[in-house]
Every structure is written in C-alpha cells, then in structure tokens.
C-alpha cells in the first residue's frame, strides 16, 4: 500500500509541475532567413550567420536582430521581437498554474511573428523596393 502511494504521489507531483509549453516549445525556435540577393551576408544578433539562407535557433525569450548586407545595397535590420502566445498563460492558469514556474522563466511561452524571413536588398542596379515575406 506504501509504494502505490509513493507512486501515486510521484505521479501527481510529475503532472503538477509538468509544463505544456515547456514541453511542446521548448525555449528555441527554428528561424529561416533568406535573402533573395545573390551571396548577401546575414548577421544574427552581430554574429556572422551565412549567406543566402540561414536556419538557427533562436532563444524564444530573447529579441534578435537579423542584419543582410552585401556591397552596392542597401543594408536591411530585421527586429524579430519576442512575443508571449497568452494561450499559453490561459491553459497554465486554468489547468496548471504550477507550470509558471518552468513557462515564465524559460521563454517557452514566448515566440516570433514568422520562423521565415525572406529579404531583398535594394541594389544599385536594382530598382525593386525591398520586401519582407513569410512562408
């Protein structure tokens, strides 16, 4: 009888401070930025990333600056700003609050507008305006 309750207790304490999003999230998530211009460079938070496409993962807690250059254009900043999903902050305050002790602090409630970035420089020899798109 001792050890179905230590397995009982086990069990609900695993479930209460289980967390959804921590889970299902994680605290990263993949981001794909790709520039259309040929052989542009892309930065990641000043860090070199790659050229023409790059796919990192990316710290769901933090903002990140994405900065693609290349020599004859224009340089473009993309801020992709952190976001909290409050279905997230619902679900654990209605089911589990218990999970706002790993949700809150690791960023897995948060996320970014897009995981694809596509970008076009404006080049000396190109007259197109820049865009942004998502896939």
């Known amino acids: 009888m001792k050890k179905v309750k230590t397995i ?3 069990l609900i304490f695993t479930l209460c401070f289980s967390s959804c999003a921590l889970m299902f999230n994680g605290t990263k998530k993949r981001v794909t930025i790709q520039s ?3 052989k542009a460079k892309i930065y990641i938070d ?3 990333a790659g050229e023409e496409v790059v796919t990192q993962k990316l710290k769901r807690k933090e903002d990140h ?3 693609i250059k290349k020599e004859g254009c224009k340089t473009k900043t993309v801020n992709l700003d ?3 999903q409050v279905g997230w902050i619902v679900f654990d305050a209605l089911l589990n609050w218990f ?3 790993t949700d ?3 960023g897995a409630w948060n996320s970014f507008e897009k995981s694809k970035y596509v970008i076009e420089l404006e080049c000396d020899n190109n ?3 820049p865009n942004t798109s998502a896939q």
Do not use: R
Request: glycine share 8%; net charge negative.
């Open 65 to 67: 600056t994405i900065i």
């Open 99 to 101: 999970a706002f002790i």
């Open 8 to 10: 009982a207790l086990g």
């Open 104 to 106: 809150a602090p690791t």
């Open 127 to 129: 007259s197109d305006t």
């Open 36 to 38: 259309m211009t040929p």
């Open 46 to 48: 000043g860090e070199y």
């Open 82 to 84: 952190s976001e909290i």
